[in-house]
Antibody, heavy 114, light 109 residues
Framework: QLQLQESGPGLVKPSETLSLTCTVS??????????WGWIRQPPGKGLEWIGG???????YYNPSLKSRVTISVDTSKSQFSLRLTSATSADTAVYYC??????WGQGTLVTVSS | QAVVTQEPSLTVSPGGTITLTCGSS?????????PYWFQQRPGQAPRTLIF???DKHSWTPARFSGSLLGDKAALTLSGAQPEDEADYYC?????????FGGGTKLTVL
């Protein structure tokens, strides 16, 4: 049974980079056929897909965020990461990592504020 | 980027049947969009109910089913229970890029 856990700063200053890591335990992050994704949810709003990385290493990003987002994987640490540059208050949200067809992290609130 | 549409809110009576739909501005939804359905209760992370149009997990109550209905993906709830009151989101894949629908707030009343 896989478990996913997000980690990273809960407070980010405007214009700085938001960085989060998802640690996968209980199984292999290298399993073929799956994609690992980042999803966010602003307070009181719906889910937004940020991007994902496939077992092949290919990445796919939300076009509206693509210029600011990088998702990478470190298989040796069983982790995948999110970097979102030039953060603004609009990036304040609960951020989830997931293997969306089955597994979700519990989410972590990131607030962008000075 | 395609826009994925869901009913903003629906109400179902306990024991009743209701269908939530998921449409795409890019045309008919097909199995190639690999429709997913998620349930989210207040204060909780989403959980996956349905993947790849109609596949279920062991934790997916039998009263939920996924399908294609006309040009849309559909989530049908047969025999609604009070605990089914929640937000429901669909997710479609467009050649790797995923897009969520805006969500449906389901009330069991």
């Amino acid at each position: 049974q896989l478990q996913l856990q997000e980690s990273g700063p809960g407070l980010v200053k405007p214009s700085e980079t938001l960085s989060l890591t998802c640690t996968v335990s209980g199984g292999s992050i290298s399993s073929s056929g799956y994609h690992w994704g980042w999803i966010r949810q602003p307070p009181g709003k719906g889910l937004e897909w940020i991007g994902g990385i496939f077992y092949t290493g290919s990445t796919y990003y939300n076009p509206s965020l693509k210029s600011r987002v990088t998702i990478s994987v470190d298989t040796s640490k069983s982790q995948f990461s999110l970097r979102l540059t030039s953060a603004t208050s609009a990036d304040t949200a609960v951020y989830y990592c997931a293997r969306p067809e089955r597994y979700w992290g519990q989410g972590t609130l990131v607030t962008v504020s000075s | 980027q395609a826009v994925v549409t869901q009913e903003p809110s629906l109400t179902v009576s306990p024991g009743g049947t209701i269908t939530l739909t998921c449409g795409s501005s890019a045309g008919p939804v097909t199995i190639g969009h690999y429709p997913y359905w998620f349930q989210q209760r207040p204060g909780q992370a989403p959980r996956t109910l349905i993947f790849d149009t109609g596949d279920k997990h062991s934790w997916t109550p039998a009263r939920f089913s996924g399908s294609l209905l006309g040009d849309k993906a559909a989530l049908t709830l047969s025999g609604a229970q009070p605990e089914d009151e929640a937000d429901y989101y669909c997710l479609l894949s467009y050649n790797g890029v995923r897009v969520f629908g805006g969500g449906t707030k389901l009330t069991v009343l």
